[in-house]
């Protein structure tokens, strides 16, 4: 039955109840242990500790010169830490080079060598590891077909296109079978199509090897896409460590929430401090803001609340029965972004709220125009009680 | 319209170089040419016929008729000039290869130095430039004669007890060579290294090549191009040197620029001295059109 052969392997599900990190019982395959990492006076890494477990998608995210790269040019052994040491499959890397360490890196500029055709570009690791000739053979074949380019091998660099030569720097990375993959900005030479498209065949290339993948990147979206679980970088710090739900949904700062998708930022005072039913005052709304979430605060804390755009309704009409959690403005910009268009709402105080509706009918002229004036309203755990 | 124009331009900037080198290098090749082809003569040019144009087309095409190749078969029978040639290229090539193992480590340190250290270092390579040519040749005859500068250093550290003969022979040819050549070397291959991507020896380290391995299998096969403009920088004009194994070489070292300098000057056979310049272009020929093939092939990978 050649057919069913030839089938694509069905969805796993796995992934979704795949959380090491959750577990107590299990043990990290790296684990960074106060690593700091100082250029003269300038301290590009300031004292982090974070586990990554086997077979888990890992991303780094932050803006440039957060520290992100640097944290994984020392796990590739290209830079050494001033303090601290990373431990891989418990054995400690300090010292070690980069050509003994059982880790490979996939380079933002590719790093393809111009001289080589592909097949010896992705062959020369297993060359360097004195591998024998038909081994090499195989390899590099399974490593071709691995990323859809059976039929290149005897192009060099020059002559393949952005995807090709990133596809051949993929398979010269993973070639050797390394413990842990390293990806400094892979996509980020390419374009938004291909690069949306290629997320989606590096996370499923990931789920087929089962190789521990670390990815650098500062664009949120993608680390959201590909990634099991996010760090989010300022700095040199660690911000927040979590998954995409909890990163995006549960901010656990300022930072995070706006460095994360599109946010309003609300600054209020804590009047009622009730677990799962905090009231809140703010200069920016009229209405009282309410908090279906269980934080610790007191009453008379000055916090800031992060209200998603998506998560405000919008609407031209009157809004019935509603004391809390509601504003009146007037439109004056709309983003239209063909699935969703994003309002930005000129409060009656002056202050700005950004709500964001899907476009659910096909309307060449906007239900909600500029100058209209419109309603918001938002459920009590829409919002994010965020700390400092 | 447009096109037109930047047509127009680009074959007006295309035509200046080849203007430049029909002027002042086919015009005299052509006149060499035809003096090679010329008998020596008692006169003044020394040699006939004489092509004028003022006498009439009649004239002109019997004057072409006395035109032959029987220099060249004399310069091609005698074995004093075959030795030349294959002691000009010989010396040459031994200069280059001498020269590719002093300036590539020399370029890749200048490539791999501090940023802001490259300019002085670049500096400290074209410096001898500021001195004559001639000068510094001469300065080399202080160095290596039998009293001279070397052999004073060397006697007095003890590592010799007789002065080394070093001025006069060949190899004070080849020190002289390397030495006026080196910032030739040095140059393109600094070019070609410093333009080398960093990340190329990184990735090479990750993929598990030691320091040396990544150095042989990936920076030298990437300066391969720097390589041989160097190479041939080098090695083109050595094969004509004439001031060097002038001053430096000794009654032996009969390089082609001094052959033809002999013929030249002290036999006053104008006709041989410009068949034998006629046959080193033809020798130097091949290895010019390597390098052209080359800087082909590194302008198609880009």
Same mark, same amino acid.
């Given at each position: ?85 990373? !431990?891989?499959? &418990? ?34 690791? !297993? ?109 040199? &710090? ?41 009231? !809140? ?24 609340? /992060? ?11 009157? !809004? ?34 950004? /709500?964001? &509706? ?31 | ?15 200046? +170089? ?42 002109? *095409? ?49 490539? *791999? ?49 007789? +002065? ?103 036999? *006053? ?32 990978? *880009?």
């Amino acid at each position: 039955m050649n057919s069913i052969e030839t089938k694509p392997p069905k969805p796993q599900s796995v992934r979704r109840k795949f959380a090491p990190w959750a577990d107590p019982a299990a043990k990290p395959l790296i684990s960074f242990q106060n690593i700091v990492k100082r250029y003269g006076e300038v301290v590009a890494v300031d004292g982090i500790s974070l586990d990554i477990y086997e077979r888990e998608f890992f991303a780094l995210l932050g803006p440039s010169g957060c520290g992100k790269t640097t944290l994984m040019r020392m796990l590739a052994g290209f830079e050494e830490a001033s303090e601290g040491k990373i !431990l891989l499959a &418990k054995s400690d890397l300090s010292g070690v080079p980069p050509y003994r360490r059982p880790v490979n890196m996939m380079f933002q500029s590719y790093a393809l060598f111009p001289h080589m055709t592909v097949t010896d570009n992705i062959a020369f690791g !297993l060359k360097q590891e004195g591998i024998p000739k038909q081994e090499i053979v195989a390899r590099v074949d399974e490593m071709l077909k691995l990323v859809n380019l059976r039929g290149f091998e005897k192009r060099k660099p020059h002559q393949l296109s952005g995807g090709q030569r990133q596809r051949v720097a993929l398979a010269r990375s993973l070639a050797k079978r390394p413990k842990v993959l390293l990806l400094d900005e892979p996509m980020a030479a390419l374009d938004k199509k291909l690069r949306e498209q290629t997320q989606f065949e590096l996370m499923d290339l990931q789920q087929r090897i089962g190789t521990t993948f670390i990815i650098v990147t500062h664009d949120q979206e993608e680390a959201m896409t590909v990634a099991d679980r996010i760090a989010v970088m300022d700095h040199g &710090k660690l911000v927040q460590v979590a998954t995409p739900a909890e990163i995006y949904e549960q901010p656990n700062s300022r930072y995070v929430a706006e460095f994360v998708g599109d946010v309003n930022i609300i600054e209020a005072a804590v009047t009622r401090a009730v677990p799962g039913d905090i009231a !809140l005052k703010s200069d920016m709304l009229d209405a009282e803001l309410r908090l279906a979430q269980r934080a610790d605060v007191k009453t008379g804390d000055s916090v800031a609340v /992060a209200l998603r755009p998506e998560k405000i309704r919008i609407g031209k009409e009157p !809004l019935s029965e509603v004391h809390a959690n509601c504003a009146q403005g007037v439109v004056y910009d709309i983003a239209y972004l063909g699935d969703l268009s994003i309002y930005h709402v000129h409060l009656d105080n002056g202050f700005v709220l950004k /709500a964001a &509706k899907t476009n659910l009918s096909r309307q060449i002229e906007p239900p909600i125009d500029w100058d209209d004036r419109v309603n918001l309203s938002w459920t009590p755990d829409a919002g994010v009680l965020l700390k400092g | 319209m447009n096109s037109g124009k930047r047509s127009l331009f680009a074959r007006v900037t295309v035509a200046v +170089p080849f203007l430049w080198l029909a002027v002042f290098f086919l015009l005299p090749f052509l006149i060499v040419f035809k003096i090679s082809l010329s008998d020596d003569a008692v006169a003044r040019p020394p040699y006939v016929p004489v092509l004028s144009f003022g006498e009439g087309w009649a004239a002109l *095409r019997d004057k072409l008729a006395l035109l032959d190749f029987e220099n060249y078969a004399f310069v091609l029978s005698d074995w004093l000039y075959i030795y030349s040639y294959m002691q000009s290229l010989l010396l040459a090539a031994l200069a280059t290869a001498i020269l590719v193992l002093i300036g590539y480590p020399v370029a890749y340190a200048i490539a *791999r130095s501090p940023r802001a250290l490259r300019p002085v270092l670049l500096l400290l390579v074209i410096l001898p430039f500021f001195t004559s040519f001639l000068i510094r040749v001469y300065a080399w005859i202080g160095i290596l004669s039998r009293e001279g500068l070397l052999n004073q250093s060397l006697l007095s550290l003890g590592l010799i007890s007789q +002065p080394l003969e070093i001025l006069s022979t060949n190899i004070a040819v080849v020190i002289g060579m390397v030495y006026s050549y080196f910032p030739f070397m040095v140059l393109p291959l600094y070019a070609v290294l410093e333009r080398m991507d960093d990340s190329l020896l990184e990735a090479a380290a990750d993929l598990g090549a030691t320091p040396a391995q990544a150095f042989w299998r990936v920076t030298v096969p990437v300066s391969v191009s720097g390589i041989v403009a160097g190479a041939l920088l080098c090695f083109i004009p050595a094969v004509g040197e004439f001031v060097i194994p002038d001053l430096l070489g000794g009654s032996d070292t009969q390089m082609i620029g001094r052959t033809v300098w002999n013929e030249f000057a002290v036999n *006053r056979s104008w006709s041989v001295s410009s068949a034998l310049a006629i046959l080193i272009l033809l020798v130097l020929l091949v290895p010019i059109l390597i390098y052209q093939r080359m800087q082909l092939r590194e302008l198609e990978s *880009r």
